[in-house]
């Protein structure tokens, strides 16, 4: 996100985030992407991502997150249903380790619910200003335990926490 | 500010910095006030300073920026007109540090005319969820360079940006 907390500007432009590129820097994300079996999509994220032509690893499975069902892409999982539910499902099975990639809608509906252990949050140096918000007015509060935060050269910070532990242990 | 961007949670509640209080830990605040002139508070912080008996150092000239002039305080200077000229005003003399201490809307003021050189942004491990922002919608955007981002026991992250170079020129 952006230094004021933008994760899209004006328009949907993320072009801000090309400020940060630099070859052979993935910022740990291949060494992450290890760890994960599912993926959560919000459908704009979804949209970017296909645009850019990225693809997730073969084997995780992917969830896209939305009301509507007409993806046509046979490869890709989708639900509309709640997050608590399939959540529970996925935990009940071996390897249970969800990452939600970008997607506000998808991130805002798991605060909700309470429903996110684990939070990387890269601070791109830039205001933006306006734009679409990563954490959406209106939801509850939760106390967070610092991992760390890392500095990188080209200026991104990235934050990393878990759900402070009283909490953790009141949520399971 | 909370992860989420928040300097207050509802109802004006700042119990969350208590959260990051430590005994003989000032988080490099008095080796930075010893480099500060000028005070910009906005009617709401000061209110909340004057509640807690904090005092400013007696050397620096604190303004408090606010339509309402009914402060009955003379030790304190107030000010309603336009940042951009009292600022100009200040930096003609000499050691023209200005810090805007907290203050939603003094900072909004400030960004909306590009007017705020550096940043020090303290990061509470904890999601408000709701309250007052501390970077309001429709504000410019506003490229950064990272001084640095130092990382605390009690788990606030410090950050401090810079206005990235070339605007810094542009806006001088």
């Given at each position: 996100m952006s230094l004021d907390g933008y994760i899209a500007g004006p328009d949907d432009d993320i072009s801000f985030l090309s400020m940060v590129e630099k070859e052979g820097e993935d910022y740990g994300y291949a060494d992450f992407m290890k760890t994960v079996d599912t993926i959560f999509l919000g459908r704009k994220t979804y949209d970017k991502i296909k645009e850019t032509g990225f693809e997730y690893p073969r084997e995780k499975e992917v969830y896209?997150?939305?009301?509507?069902?007409?993806?046509?892409?046979?490869a890709l999982k989708y639900y509309s249903g709640p997050l608590k539910i399939l959540i529970s499902n996925l935990r009940?099975?071996?390897?249970?380790?969800i990452f939600c990639d970008g997607g506000s809608d998808v991130l805002n509906q798991l605060l909700q619910d309470n429903l996110v252990d684990e939070f990387f949050i890269s601070v791109i140096p830039?205001?933006?200003?306006?734009?679409?918000?990563?954490f959406k007015a209106g939801r509850p509060a939760l106390n967070l335990q610092l991992v760390s935060a890392k500095e990188f050269d080209t200026g991104l910070v990235q934050l990393h926490y878990i759900r402070a532990e009283s909490q953790q242990q009141a949520g399971n």
């Open positions: 896209i997150i939305s009301h509507s069902t007409s993806f046509g892409d046979n009940n099975r071996q390897g249970g380790n830039v205001i933006l200003g306006d734009g679409i918000r990563l």
